[in-house]
């Protein structure tokens, strides 16, 4: 068999550069814990934090949530109502929202919007010698920096993914309406005789998986930016997609670890 | 009477030692060599100007001097400690004590300039009581001639102003060494003599021990107790500004007549 030595290589090196994007992980997770748990505690960090990447993404969450609620029920409607199923939309709503579209949603658009901030704000200090600054001012960046933001994503995104879940069944509630009359508190009952802890307790413990991953990826690859203000562009487009990627790749595993504990 | 005589030989050892001992200094990025067996020694209250050509590693050794840079090989001895042995928490108690003014000045661009100079302050675990930071910070921005900026954020503020800012923010915990990088490059003629003038006063005020990286000729003739001519990798001339401008030394001579 004939290769090229050109795709030979370019295969190679992509190779080396998830490995060594894995490795980079690896290392930033064991350092988030080892240096996390030693005091002194930012607080008052995680806490501002916790409002720039949780209160600030409320509306971008709750719009997007409150759409798909609504297209869902939409979408399904005219093919539950074939199967003279059209009673069992508040169910089937719910327990979509509940347990996949809800906390994927959410952790998608947060990928996006807080993985690519973190990214682009630490590899910008980086880049302009803030982290250093800071460095010389007596203060660990990377207790300062990087473990406040994976703690406040990881405390944030489950908070998000309920508000989300919440939203999106008004939504849903909305979208039922527009064609046929159906009362909130009916609706809600459905929806809640539909729902069960099984249901509830892995999603939500998937969206602390969710926010780590996503605090996670985004402070590595802008801390670990390099080459001025392109490598910031590049840290912020590759945190994006390697937190989307991973939120996917936790997102099947919970799924499968569930259907084995025989809650699905 | 034996112990006392020990104290006092101690304390006169503490006298005499340097602020900075450099001894043997490596550092290298892959194959190029930044910094090979270099050596410096830098007395209390002494003001060294460390000049040499673009990316011969002045940067990396000031930043091999607090830390920031591990080297590969030699010593730093800052106040007589070797910063290599030292922990993460002693590292940054003696940083407390060296204030680092960047080429960039490097302020933090979400906060504003009060909180810029808050932070060092706020940071340092030496101060028990937060009451008199306003003072300090209003004090920090007097020296520099700024207190009218004090809310701003650092993309309202002028190149030379920046500058002025990352000097009041390196000198704002009185340290005993400063260390400036570059402090009057990208700026005219004008705003580096009054950067250079702003320096020597706050030297004065404070009698700090100073490393200034500079190209800045008129800023080293002004400012410098000896001038460190950096090259190869070593110290490779030393001496005052007269006496470096008169060298013979074919590098140093076409490096001054610039």
């Known amino acids: 068999m004939i290769t090229d030595p050109k795709t030979e290589n370019i295969f190679s090196k992509s190779l080396d550069d998830f490995f060594i994007g894995v490795a980079e992980l690896a290392r930033f997770s064991v350092a988030v814990f080892k240096e996390g748990v030693k005091p002194p505690y930012e607080f008052k960090e995680v806490l501002n934090q916790c409002y720039e990447i949780g209160i600030k993404s409320f509306v971008l969450v709750g719009v997007t949530a409150f759409i798909l609620g609504l297209v869902l029920v939409m979408q399904s409607r005219p093919t539950m109502i074939e199967f003279g199923a059209g009673s069992y939309l508040p169910a089937m709503s719910s327990v979509s929202i509940v347990r996949e579209i809800g906390p994927l949603v959410t952790a998608l658009i947060c990928a996006g919007k807080i993985g690519s901030g973190i990214s682009a704000e630490l590899g910008s200090m980086k880049v302009t010698e803030q982290i250093d600054a800071m460095e010389v001012s007596g203060t660990n960046p990377f207790k300062y920096l990087v473990a406040t933001r994976i703690l406040a994503a990881t405390l944030m995104i489950p908070i998000l993914t309920v508000y989300a879940d919440f939203i999106s069944l008004i939504g849903a509630f909305t979208g039922s309406n527009i064609h046929d009359d159906v009362n909130l508190h009916f609706y809600f009952n459905r929806v809640f005789e539909a729902l069960h802890y099984t249901d509830m307790i892995p999603s939500f413990t998937k969206t602390f998986f969710f926010g780590f991953t996503i605090g996670l990826v985004g402070c590595t690859k802008g801390y670990n930016s390099r080459k001025g203000t392109e490598g910031v562009g590049k840290a912020a487009n590759l945190s994006v997609v390697v937190s989307m990627v991973g939120v996917i790749i936790i997102d099947m595993v919970v799924t499968q670890i569930t259907s084995m504990l025989g809650y699905l | ?258």
């Open chain 2, 1 to 258: 009477m034996k112990k006392e005589a020990l104290d006092i030989d101690q304390s006169t050892i503490a006298i005499a030692q340097p602020a900075i001992e450099i001894l043997h200094l490596k550092k290298a990025f892959g194959s190029k060599v930044v910094l090979n067996d270099f050596s410096l020694s830098v007395e209390n209250g002494e003001t060294v100007v460390v000049m040499g050509r673009s990316g011969i590693g002045k940067t990396i050794l000031i930043k091999c001097i607090i830390g920031l840079v591990k080297p590969d090989g030699g010593s730093v001895r800052v106040f007589g400690k070797d910063i290599s042995k030292l922990d993460h928490r002693q590292l940054d108690d003696l940083r407390m004590r060296i204030g680092f003014v960047f080429q960039s000045s490097a302020l933090y661009d979400s906060m504003t300039v009060r909180e810029n100079l808050e932070f060092p302050l706020r940071r340092d675990r030496r101060r028990k009581i937060d009451g008199n930071i306003d003072e300090l910070v209003r004090e920090a921005l007097r020296n520099v001639g700024l207190e009218q900026t004090i809310d701003l954020m650092p993309s309202e503020l002028s190149g030379g102003m920046r500058k002025r800012i990352g000097i009041a923010r390196g000198l704002i915990l009185k340290p005993e060494i400063v260390l400036y990088d570059e402090p009057t490059t990208g700026l005219d003629p004008i705003t580096s003599e009054e950067i250079t003038q702003l320096i020597l006063s706050l030297q004065k005020k404070y009698k700090t021990t100073s490393i200034i990286i500079t190209h800045d000729v008129d800023l080293a003739r002004e400012a410098a107790n000896r001038i460190v001519f950096l090259a190869n990798g070593i110290a490779y001339l030393q001496g005052t500004y007269d006496e470096l401008i008169h060298n013979d030394d074919p590098e140093v001579k076409h490096f001054f007549k610039r």
